[in-house]
């Protein structure tokens, strides 16, 4: 089956820093994507969405950019604070299926220095 | 406003006992849908509900999980016959139409 990879699985930067976590995506169909923010023993939240119409969209210091050609997918954070600590989830949905069937990725650890 | 509920928050259990959890979702939200997280893995697309539709029980891992949804409101997943393979988080979302999901914080299933 599909399956969303993540190519690391920590990140450490230091505060004030710019942060960029990566997403690799194997279902060329995929036309819709989700990144999420999960914080410890939370659930995870919505950060941002991109459609496949689109290959850049930008949020409140978080911007996704979407490369279809190389099926990847990318969550810049800006002046990274500490607050933005928590693992990070891609999720894909391919058409006909409805978000609820997204595939997600095992995560990144994001770790914010101070 | 409020948030999608689940509960309870933790949950520990002997080895082949049944468990229950709830979700309430957002009000107005037609659809629901439960995962299961494992330690430092990603979400388990478990099953998911839409307005009166069939519900999807693709991801259901064996047939000792069901889940309802009565009223098109809450939900509750049942776990018959608990194994320790069980134990993880298990996460609830509802969504309004082609709307990101808004999670619960979960329910930690621990089985003895």
């Known amino acids: 089956g599909e399956s969303v990879g993540l190519h690391l699985p920590t990140l450490s930067v230091q505060e004030g820093d710019n942060s960029i976590i990566n997403c690799a995506y194997s279902?060329?169909?995929?036309?819709?994507f989700i990144w999420y923010k999960q914080e410890s023993g939370k659930g995870p939240q919505f950060i941002i969405d991109?459609?496949?119409?689109?290959d850049k969209r930008q949020g409140q210091r978080v911007t996704v950019l979407l490369n279809k050609t190389v099926k990847h997918l990318s969550l810049q954070i800006a002046a990274t604070q500490p607050g933005d600590s928590a693992v990070y989830f891609c999720?894909?949905?391919?058409?006909?299926?409805?978000?609820?069937?997204?595939?997600f990725g095992d995560g990144t650890t994001l770790t914010v220095k101070p | 406003g409020a948030g999608v509920s689940q509960s309870p928050s933790n949950k520990v259990t002997e080895k082949g006992k049944d468990v229950e959890l709830r979700c309430d979702p957002i009000?107005?939200?037609?659809?629901l849908y439960w995962y299961r997280q494992s330690l430092g893995q990603g979400l388990e697309f478990l099953i998911y509900?839409?307005?009166?539709?069939?519900?999807?029980k693709s991801g259901l891992p064996s047939d000792r999980f069901s889940a309802e949804r009565t009223g098109g409101s809450v939900s509750t997943l049942t776990i018959q016959r608990t194994q320790q393979e069980d134990s993880a988080v298990y996460l609830c979302?509802?969504?309004?139409?082609?709307?990101?999901?808004?999670f619960g914080d979960g329910t930690r299933l621990s089985i003895l």
């Open positions: 009000s107005g939200h037609t659809a």
């Open positions: 979302a509802s969504s309004s139409n082609n709307q990101p999901q808004h």
């Open positions: 279902n060329s169909a995929s036309d819709y």
């Open positions: 999720a894909e949905t391919i058409p006909g299926t409805n978000a609820g069937k997204s595939t």
């Open positions: 509900f839409q307005g009166n539709s069939a519900p999807d």
């Open positions: 991109i459609r496949s119409n689109m």
